[in-house]
């Protein structure tokens, strides 16, 4: 498997050079949490239904955030994953569970898209009536949502019971902002981070307005969908949901194709 | 719009006892939500309830089943007693241990003839015992909180 690089060309950089150095706006996360909702909302490429069940809405600092507060809540051992996670769980020592062998009770995280398949796991359907059955609340990673095109998902199942998204995967590292949706507000270091304590870090939600008030949200595949599937018939790929993946012709493999579109020119399309 | 939450309680009880268990009765707000005797150790009672926001609410035990006869002296000078122990509070995936230190409180129903007791050795019996999980007496135990419950929660931390 080659390394999955993230779009990062000559735009995305400008915004981060434009950032530092242009004087800075103060923006509280109050201001930011309303603008930044509806930045990722207006996707034209994903269907994301039920979305506004979740109206307790926090800034995170990436989904990695989102999943620290998760884990610091439940436990490394009282959560689970699945097969075919982010390879820091399996780094970390935590292993994924196959499906219809999920420990009922015990929340489960899951990330979506998933990095393997680009698209929502192919046993979503099972997935959800598992949960259902063995009473899972189930905890969404959305890191990648940002950068795919035609993921369907209805939100509104019972077991959904928060998710978060950030604009990290737009290059956009040196901010990380992002928020998270919950059905109802629980006690957690999210919800510390953004209630309890007097102010979020201005610095972050001034830049993080910064990137969504220059960043178009669907970016990605209105600008380099044409590249991405040219790349793809050039190299004998087939093309993917996630701008920056391709798969092998047999699916076995998936394969980068970031550094190729970032640093591509017109005339390569 | 919210203005109700649904939240997972979760209670984990110890008996002590020789000869009949102790019975603990469980209720919010005036709903019972277990109502059995507590038999083996680790046994957890779990429920959900769905609370109004901006409301005072009341987690309560009813701690019943004791009787006189069920203190009895050892020949060596020890005491077997029927005891129940609260061991741990979950709610809504919290721990709450440190709030039961600071907010919970138990009303003893003491036995009469017992208490009179106490009464001519000069102990005055308390009416209302603060943080206490070990309910050796009859009586009821209660913790006030409020919904949201994680604004509760964050009313109670200083630092």
């Known amino acids: 498997m080659s390394k999955l690089h993230h779009l990062n060309d000559s735009f995305l950089k400008n915004i981060k050079t434009s950032w530092f150095a242009q004087p800075q706006k103060l923006i509280t996360a109050n201001q930011f949490i309303p603008v930044a909702d509806k930045w990722f909302k207006s996707t034209k490429l994903n269907q994301l239904h039920g979305w506004d069940e979740f109206d307790c809405v926090d800034v995170v600092l990436g989904c990695t955030h989102f999943i620290e507060s998760l884990v610091l809540k439940y436990g490394w051992d009282g959560f689970q994953i699945l097969n075919e996670e982010y390879a820091y769980y399996g780094l970390m020592g935590k292993h994924g569970t196959e499906l219809g062998q999920l420990e009922p009770n015990q929340p489960l995280l899951i990330s979506l898209p998933n990095w393997r398949y680009a698209d929502l796991r192919p046993e979503w359907p099972d997935l959800l009536k598992e949960c259902e059955a063995k009473n899972i609340d189930i905890h969404i990673d959305f890191a990648w949502i940002t950068v795919a095109r035609d993921i369907s998902i209805d939100l509104s199942h019972p077991c959904i019971k928060s998710f978060a998204m950030s604009l990290s995967k737009y290059s956009m590292e040196w901010n990380r902002i992002g928020l998270r949706w919950s059905r109802q507000r629980t006690m957690d270091s999210v919800t510390i981070f953004n209630r309890f304590h007097h102010e979020v870090n201005s610095a972050l939600t001034s830049g993080g307005m910064h990137i969504i008030n220059n960043l178009p949200r669907d970016y990605a595949w209105d600008t380099y969908r044409e590249l991405h599937h040219k790349t793809c018939k050039n190299l004998n790929l087939l093309p993917t949901k996630i701008i920056h993946v391709a798969h092998t012709p047999d699916l076995s493999e998936v394969v980068g194709l970031g550094n190729i579109l970032s640093t591509a020119t017109p005339n390569s399309i | ?159």
């Open chain 2, 1 to 159: 719009m919210h203005v109700q939450e649904t939240i997972n309680f979760k209670l984990t009880f110890k008996p002590n006892y020789w000869n009949l268990p102790p019975h603990a009765c469980v209720s919010i707000d005036d709903q019972v939500k277990f109502d059995n005797t507590i038999t083996v150790e680790n046994n957890v009672v779990e429920f959900s309830h769905t609370l109004l926001f901006n409301q005072p609410h009341k987690l309560m035990i009813k701690r019943s089943g004791k009787t006189d006869d069920q203190v009895r002296k050892n020949t060596d000078g020890t005491y077997d007693d029927q005891m129940l122990i609260i061991s741990k509070i979950v709610i809504d995936g919290v721990n709450v241990q440190n709030i039961i230190y600071t907010d919970s409180y138990y009303e003893p129903n003491y036995p009469k003839i017992w208490a009179k007791q106490q009464e001519l050795a000069g102990i005055v019996l308390e009416k209302k015992v603060i943080a206490e999980t070990h309910l050796g007496h009859n009586g009821t135990w209660t913790l006030p909180f409020t919904s949201p419950f994680y604004l509760f929660l964050m009313d109670k931390m200083n630092v």
